[in-house]
């Protein structure tokens, strides 16, 4: 398999230069115009080198721009060997970017054989890196590469507590309850989490805990053996056995019943579990995290909750703000889903009209994060102009929109009703479902449909 290289530059005749000297060595190549555009080709891709530039258009001589891109690929993938170019013969500049985690650096013009040398020698060590680091089971087999971390924007003072906890708890294995309203992120912050943990290289296992019925939430968990039930034709592993020596994300907790709690709970305290239709106890090694955007404490109350339970996942609580709350993000956020968006459905250089950008600020954003990242996605892909208008946007709201509701086509106004159903009971499929009349198999296939994620 042909290496691939992932090149940083915002000059077209060095990208073209490149392009042939590569492609003609035997690699295949993505070009990225500046850095945002070769973070959204590195979250959407896997590379085995990346070629970056230390200066761009907005500083043309520091390196400031490429030590900053530099340090956020790490942050991305620490295990990329990543090589910088210079045009200015720099070496305090190309020194500072070896201190800084790069493998080596490349002057600007380059010599050839150079170049070609530098980037298999890197691939070699960063390949041999990334085997070394992968951990072994009992039977020798490798789990798989580390886990990426996922990319936070959050420059907000709202954010900044956050991120400071994160950053504290992240390396331990004490269990943590990610708290906040629906597409706030939370699910960004358990991945945020274990990637940074001592844990990153063994698996992260979501479960969505409101997706499973009592009926197989044993099975699911825990596992079962070949004839414990009429569909049981094999053994196989639960979700705990899954994540054995990683994380385990249980997403909507609030919605786990509370036979299915007394379960999970005895598996927290004893690190001990049997397959359902098996006697013989497995112990598993995991870090539990969890989210809800209900309130535990009220659900405790209401006695829908067991408190022991929630003493056990809760050793640290992490609360996300609500995007409203959090307005020096909005902008940044925007721009960072339209510049992955736009190369995403090749469409480089969109941008906001003032317009736009005013109802994106002025938008009470009730989905949060994932709204956002929704209307952006679904703006680049309807816009046929060189900047995203308002109209492409489709901020539409049942009460004090731009448009009334008899305008709105028979699925805009379902997801609408679904979308508010879904805020008013935070996000709990179950209640949701009731308000609208629809059993929660019915709610579900409607949330995939319109890609409304029904965990919160």
């Known amino acids: 398999m042909a290496s691939r290289i992932l090149i940083a530059d915002d000059q077209p005749d060095v990208v073209e230069a490149l392009r042939l000297l590569l492609v003609s060595a035997g690699f295949e190549l993505e070009a990225a115009g500046g850095p945002e555009e070769a973070l959204a080709r590195l979250e959407n891709g896997v590379f085995d080198a990346a070629l970056i530039d230390l200066n761009y258009t907005r500083d043309t001589t520091s390196g400031r721009e490429g030590l900053d891109l ?3 690929l790490h942050d991305i993938d620490s295990t ?5 170019m210079t045009a200015w013969g720099s070496v305090d500049s190309a020194v500072e970017a070896m201190r800084r985690g790069a493998r080596d650096y490349i002057e600007k013009p380059w010599d050839n054989d150079r170049l070609l040398a530098t980037l298999k020698t890197q691939i070699q060590l960063g390949r041999a890196l990334r085997r070394s680091q992968k951990p072994r089971n009992g039977d020798g087999r490798s789990t798989g590469p580390p886990t990426r971390r996922p990319r936070l924007i959050a420059a907000s003072k709202a954010m900044k507590p956050v991120l400071k906890m994160m950053r504290r708890v992240a390396p331990s294995d004490a269990n943590i309850l990610i708290t906040g309203e629906h597409g706030t992120g939370k699910e960004v912050v358990a991945g945020w989490l274990h990637a940074s943990s001592a844990r990153r290289l063994a698996p992260l296992v979501t479960v969505n805990m409101g997706g499973i019925s009592e009926g197989v939430f044993e099975s699911e ?3 079962h053996v070949k004839g414990a039930f009429t569909d049981a034709k094999s053994d196989r592993a639960g979700f705990f ?3 054995h020596g990683g994380t385990l994300f249980l997403d909507e907790i609030a919605n786990t019943s509370l036979p299915a709690q007394a379960k999970l709970l005895r598996v927290l305290e004893t690190g001990e579990l049997q397959r359902v239709g098996s006697s013989d106890v497995i112990r598993v090694d995991v870090r539990l995290l969890s989210a809800t955007n209900a309130s535990l404490d009220q659900a405790v109350a209401e006695g829908r909750f067991r408190e022991d339970l929630l003493y056990r996942i809760n050793t640290v609580e992490i609360p996300i703000p609500p995007l409203r709350d959090r307005p020096e993000d909005l902008p940044l956020l925007a721009a960072h889903f339209l510049k992955r968006d736009s190369v995403r459905y ?7 009209t003032s317009d736009a950008s005013r109802a994106l600020v002025d938008h009470p954003w009730p989905g949060n994060v ?4 929704h209307a952006v996605e679904r703006a680049v892909l309807m816009s046929d102009d060189p900047e995203i208008g308002v109209e492409d946007l489709a901020l539409r709201t049942l009460s004090g929109g731009t448009i009334p509701l ?5 699925g805009e106004v379902e997801r609408l009703l679904i979308e508010r159903a879904m805020d008013r009971h935070d996000g709990n499929v179950s209640r949701a479902a009731e308000r609208l009349g629809l059993s929660r198999s019915a709610l579900y296939r409607r949330l995939a449909r319109y890609r409304i994620d029904g965990a919160g």
């Open 70 to 72: 530099l340090r956020m």
């Open 80 to 84: 990329l060997p990543v090589v910088v």
């Open 221 to 223: 968990l825990f596992g």
């Open 241 to 243: 056995e899954l994540a």
């Open 346 to 352: 090749g469409r480089p250089g969109l941008g906001f």
């Open 370 to 373: 994932r709204e956002l990242k």
């Open 406 to 410: 008899e305008e709105l086509k028979l």
